[in-house]
């Protein structure tokens, strides 16, 4: 399904029955909808939710914003080192909104947050900037953006800085390409296999085609935004931050910072998870956000029981 909101159009679908606790799931960068797999959220259905997963702008078949070229990697590098500010076709700030404006074409008042890396950035921004919209916060793999936290590992950056084939060129160099990097970041013990990968990225092209330029601009946004501690500390809702304890791309100590920067937010670290949602974790990640699901609710029942003592 797709909806026009904040000046953009979005492809979303949903799970359950919105009788249920609304929980959106905001993908990470360059990463559609379809990673948060269907077995994935039916367990969280499972657990009592109402899912919404949506493409970001740029990302699978939400719009493409290709009409904008996209910045060159080393003038990123050199605004990440220098601070300066680019001339960007959007921001975080404008895929925050996106999020928001999806939940009001879908009447949802107020929900459960859950994002994975760069969608943890987005996820920790709506909860700081949208309190009120938000029940509780979960942010998987993701970050602060504090510079003084460790970088990826050296072989992912190389992989990262290695220009992949053009699938249409040389598909099989592009399905290589892409296996080694989701290999590199993935768990080393519960490695997901080269078939299922290029299954689905295979699928990925079939559905949205070949967009480089999108995760480049969404690259930029992120890197943009910077160090969003400032924002992350004004968070007070119930939050979960979970976390592999071997991820190469987005180190452990990265989830430590946002820990540290929400107060009464509960760390929860995932022995042997990289930088994926392999389905062999899946039950102790849904068990971790019904857990904080429960626990907001418990909070928003004595808020209640406050409010009538009160009046």
Not at 133 to 138: A, E, G, P, Y
Not at 191 to 217: A, M, Q, V, Y
Not at 240 to 258: A, F, K, S, T
Request: charged fraction near 25%; hydrophobic fraction near 35%.
């Amino acid at each position: 399904m797709r909806v026009n909101v904040n000046g953009t159009f979005l492809e979303y679908d949903t799970f359950g029955s919105p009788d249920q606790a609304p929980l959106l799931l905001i993908s990470g960068l360059n990463t559609p909808m379809t990673r948060w797999t269907q077995q994935f959220c039916e367990q969280l259905v499972s657990s009592g939710f109402y899912v919404v997963r949506y493409n970001n702008r740029d990302t699978g078949s939400s719009e493409h914003f290709d009409r904008h070229k996209p910045v060159g990697l080393l003038r990123l590098l050199f605004a990440r080192m220098w601070s300066f500010k680019l001339n960007l076709p959007y921001t975080m700030n404008d895929m925050v909104k996106d999020g928001i404006a999806l939940l009001d074409k879908l009447n949802i008042q107020k929900a459960h947050i859950v994002g994975r890396s760069m969608g943890g950035v987005i996820a920790q921004l709506m909860a700081s900037g949208y309190s009120e919209r938000v029940i509780s916060l979960t942010t998987i793999m993701s970050t602060t953006g504090n510079r003084r936290l460790p970088k990826p590992s050296i072989q992912v950056m190389r992989l990262i800085l290695k220009k992949a084939p053009h699938p249409k060129m040389n598909l099989e160099g592009y399905l290589q390409h892409r296996i080694k990097y989701t290999k590199a970041i993935g768990s080393t013990r519960y490695p997901t296999r080269n078939e299922d990968i290029r299954e689905r990225i295979i699928d990925d092209l079939s559905h949205s085609g070949f967009n480089p330029g999108g995760g480049k601009r969404q690259l930029a946004a992120l890197i943009q935004a910077g160090d969003i501690r400032i924002a992350t500390r004004k968070i007070t809702c119930p939050t979960l931050v979970l976390r592999g304890d071997c991820d190469p791309l987005v180190p452990l100590v990265c989830g430590l910072d946002i820990h540290k920067n929400i107060k009464h937010s509960k760390m929860c670290v995932v022995e042997d998870m990289g930088h994926s949602l392999h389905d062999h974790f899946f039950d102790t990640i849904v068990r971790e956000i019904r857990l904080l699901k429960d626990a907001a609710e418990q909070s928003c029942d004595q808020s209640d029981v406050l409010a009538l003592q009160k009046a």
